[in-house]
């Protein structure tokens, strides 16, 4: 029996997933779901997918940073979140690189999410 605090399954593979990667799914779940999408939590998730193919400006930068922390400060009381970046290409491809803590353990935690 494993001492894993957090277990679940992973969304991809079937397959077991504990603590970290645990956390990493579910962060990434809620800022990948549009708010108004699940039919019985309608309040679940953020408004990260409102903020796709605007242009991309200092303003939109802050709006997504926004998002993402109003979104998982609400959803995942697990994590405290210590920084969060948001970094375009010159192709328009767009990346969010999360940092956080663990609030049960204080360990650190760094999710880069692809937003599409």
Same mark, same amino acid.
């Given at each position: $029996?494993?001492? #894993?605090?957090?277990?679940?399954?992973?969304?991809?593979?079937? !397959?077991? @997933?504990?603590?970290? #990667?645990?956390?990493?799914?579910? =962060?990434?779940?809620?800022?990948?779901? +549009?708010?108004?999408?699940?039919?019985m939590? !309608?309040?679940?998730?953020?408004?990260?997918?409102e *903020?796709?193919?605007?242009?991309?400006? #200092?303003? &939109?930068? *802050?709006? %997504? $940073? #926004?998002?993402?922390?109003?979104? %998982?400060? /609400?959803?995942? +009381?697990? =994590?405290? *979140?210590?920084?969060?970046?948001?970094?375009?290409?010159?192709?328009? /491809?767009? @990346?969010?690189? &999360?940092?956080?803590?663990? /609030?049960?353990?204080?360990?650190?935690i760094?999710?880069?999410? +692809?937003?599409?």
């Open positions: $029996m494993s001492n #894993a605090k957090y277990i679940g399954l992973a969304r991809d593979t079937g !397959r077991s @997933v504990e603590d970290l #990667a645990h956390i990493q799914q579910s =962060v990434s779940d809620i800022l990948r779901t +549009p708010v108004g999408s699940r039919v939590r !309608r309040d679940y998730g953020s408004l990260l997918s *903020l796709t193919d605007r242009p991309q400006n #200092a303003a &939109l930068r *802050l709006q %997504i $940073m #926004a998002a993402c922390y109003s979104a %998982i400060l /609400k959803w995942e +009381p697990r =994590v405290s *979140l210590t920084g969060i970046t948001f970094e375009t290409t010159f192709d328009g /491809k767009a @990346v969010i690189e &999360l940092t956080g803590i663990r /609030k049960d353990t204080s360990a650190a760094s999710l880069t999410l +692809p937003v599409s």
